[in-house]
């Protein structure tokens, strides 16, 4: 953990001198300033490892855990993945959102994992059945009627079951899409992947939580 | 009043239009026709509560702290020391054997182990016990054969040759 004291004292001084350079740039037109801005504040957050854990945690944590399907192993990915960006915070160039770059790192972290076979994607379904409760009931409760309340549950947990159906690209690239919000071109770019093959693997995915979801979808 | 349609978006336009790649012409059907509106409407709230859920319950898991990918790396190395330590104990323990059962070798019949030294007394006293067991072994009888006196002729015999 020196280490990590000693990059996070560099940190700190690297944003002060970010945000000098902010000063200095101030008279310049306002869509730079506010660019310049918005960099700076990704950068700052970058720099604090605390920040980055508070901010963005639980989100890379979910992701990894429904794409592997393994809680364990997305605590460790997870953890990897602020520790790679933490420390290759410099090779951030603001092309895409902060989120954007955390994903692309957790899907090289999680690939390596795939590679070295560590461990095995999605286990038993009886392994993961007991998450897929404990998670539906983390519903939000405020203005549902327990009634509706029941049925989100029962769609949450029919969800995951078609997620877990799926293949590991079309489980990630469904989550990408969907819970990351991240645009076919994006996804095309993170993963190497033609626009086309993103789409033709987002359609079996929908093709699948369709069959699965009835006839409403 | 939206118009209903006797035809609505096929599956492939209908995910298009999910995966944000709808044509104008879908997008001019979804706006105007209420029945695929609401497909559209019903999958967005269902990830929507796949969603919250799923951040909800990740973020109420208590995170497990793990080795770091350096600590990880030093243990592994640690492991591969302590392996390449007990490989070459074996291998040295084996190359011992090997010596001690493998074939004679000339350091092996004559060892060079130093001895300590005899003193003159430890000599004197081992030529008397020597003469002693010579004396013991050696016949005092004369042997029926002696008178032939073959011993003798061998022996000059084996001089004169030498000579």
New interface residues.
């Given amino acids: 953990m020196g280490n990590l004291r000693q990059a996070l004292f560099l940190g700190h001084g690297m944003a002060t001198a970010t945000l000098g350079n902010l000063r200095i740039a101030s008279k310049r037109h306002p869509r730079i300033e506010s660019a310049m801005a918005e960099r700076a504040g990704v950068i700052s957050e970058l720099d604090d490892i605390n920040e980055l854990v508070r901010l963005h945690q639980a989100r890379i944590r979910r992701f990894v855990f429904c794409s592997t399907g393994d809680p364990d192993l997305a605590d460790t990915i997870t953890q990897d993945t602020l520790l790679r960006a933490f420390r290759g915070r410099e090779s951030f160039r603001g092309d895409c959102s902060l989120s954007t770059w955390l994903t692309g790192i957790a899907i090289n972290v999680t690939r390596d994992h795939l590679r070295s076979g560590r461990f095995k994607f999605w286990k038993q379904l009886k392994a993961t059945a007991i998450d897929v409760h404990e998670m539906a009931s983390f519903l939000p409760s405020e203005g549902i009627s327990a009634e509706r309340r029941v049925l989100a549950k029962e769609r949450v947990k029919e969800l995951y079951a078609v997620l877990e159906t799926l293949s590991y690209n079309q489980r990630t690239i469904f989550l990408m899409k969907f819970s990351e919000e991240m645009s076919v071109e994006e996804i095309s770019e993170m993963l190497g992947m033609g626009v086309n093959t993103v789409r033709t693997h987002l359609h079996r995915a929908l093709k699948a939580v369709r069959s699965k979801l009835g006839a409403t979808l | 009043m939206t118009p209903t349609y006797s035809t609505h978006l096929s ?2 336009a209908f ?2 239009v ?4 709808g044509s104008p012409e879908s997008e001019a059907h979804l706006a105007a026709c209420r029945d695929c509106r ?2 559209v409407n ?2 967005h709230a ?2 929507a ?13 208590p ?4 080795p ?3 600590k990880t790396f030093h243990r592994t190395r640690l492991a591969f020391v302590s392996w390449a330590a007990t490989a070459a104990a074996l291998v040295g323990m084996a190359v011992v054997v090997w010596h001690h059962d493998g074939p004679v070798t000339p350091s092996r019949a004559t060892p060079n182990v130093s001895q300590p030294a005899d003193t003159e007394a430890q000599i004197a006293q081992d030529n008397q016990l020597l003469q002693a067991v010579n004396a013991a072994i050696s016949p005092n009888d004369e042997s029926p054969v002696d008178e032939y006196k073959l011993f003798q002729k061998r022996h000059s015999h084996l001089k004169t040759h030498h000579k």
């Fill in positions: 599956e492939e995910d298009d999910l995966i944000g790649l609401l497909r019903a999958f269902d990830v509560l796949f969603n919250s859920a799923s951040m909800a319950w990740t973020e109420n898991q995170v497990l702290l793990r770091t990918a350096r």
